[in-house]
């Protein structure tokens, strides 16, 4: 079973508007961590934002937002008021066990190519 | 301040060949990771080391190995090159594994083509 499911293959938004990236999860680890990345196409994956699952209160940074539905186990990236540096790919990932030794072995989805059109 | 740097951006192999890719973490980070991102998927991890031990692998055959030096930049080496092994390889530091700050800071990768 995918353990990060993306199921937003691409999108188009319009510059100053938000977008919604969907993104669930799947683990049975009480300890885990969501992050997302933007990956532009120089091929670096920029951090945007995480999440622990223990957190209580949503990840916010700047014009990003995290969506956390414990339950429903999904983490959706909000971006908004879009500009048109934000055309990229963005992954959601994630990584269990925190205490874990390999501490940085994260899981990608797919990823959602965004393409903001002015 | 410098970022993770990778070298070479771009190279080109043949099938049977070896490759060596190199990475220098952010001043002060100690850990290091690598990921295989074949063309339209997700990256996938292959190696983490700390304080130059191997501390998780991931699902790669022998071929892959990887070491990390005491100033703690790290190569990784693939042996017997297949056409499959055609990626971006992704280079990521933290200052240690893991933790509740969530960062873990990736380089521009190097584009390896198998031919």
């Known amino acids: 079973a995918q353990k990060i499911t993306q199921t937003q293959p691409g999108m188009f938004v319009q510059e100053k508007e938000a977008v919604t990236l969907d993104c669930t999860y799947d683990?049975?680890?009480?300890?885990?961590?969501l992050f997302w990345y933007k990956q532009p196409s120089s091929g670096e994956m920029i951090f945007l934002i995480y999440?622990?699952?223990?957190?209580?209160q949503n990840a916010t940074e700047g014009r990003y937002s995290l969506n956390f539905q414990k339950a429903r186990k999904s983490a959706n990236l909000v971006i908004s008021a879009s500009q048109l540096g934000d055309s990229a790919m963005y992954f959601c990932?994630?990584?269990?066990?925190?205490?874990?030794?390999?501490?940085?072995?994260?899981?990608f989805g797919g990823g959602t190519r965004v393409l903001v059109k002015p | 301040d410098a970022g993770v740097t990778q070298s070479p951006t771009h190279l080109i192999k043949t099938r049977g060949q070896h490759v060596t890719l190199r990475c220098s973490p952010i001043?002060?980070?100690?850990?290091v990771s690598w990921y295989q991102q074949v063309l339209g998927q997700g990256p996938q991890f292959i190696f983490q080391?700390?304080?130059?031990?191997?501390?998780g692998r991931g699902n790669f055959p022998d071929r892959f190995s990887a070491r990390q030096f005491p100033n703690y930049s790290s190569e990784l080496n693939v042996n017997a090159l297949l056409l499959g092994d055609s990626a971006l390889y992704l280079c990521?530091?933290?200052?240690?594994?893991?933790?509740?700050?969530?960062?873990?800071?990736f380089g521009e990768g190097s584009r390896l083509t198998v031919l």
């Open positions: 080391y700390y304080e130059k031990e191997e501390r």
């Open positions: 990521a530091s933290s200052l240690v594994p893991g933790g509740y700050t969530g960062e873990l800071f």
């Open positions: 999440q622990g699952s223990y957190d209580q």
């Open positions: 001043s002060g980070h100690k850990s």
């Open positions: 683990t049975s680890d009480p300890s885990y961590g």
């Open positions: 990932a994630m990584r269990e066990s925190l205490s874990g030794a390999a501490g940085n072995k994260l899981t």
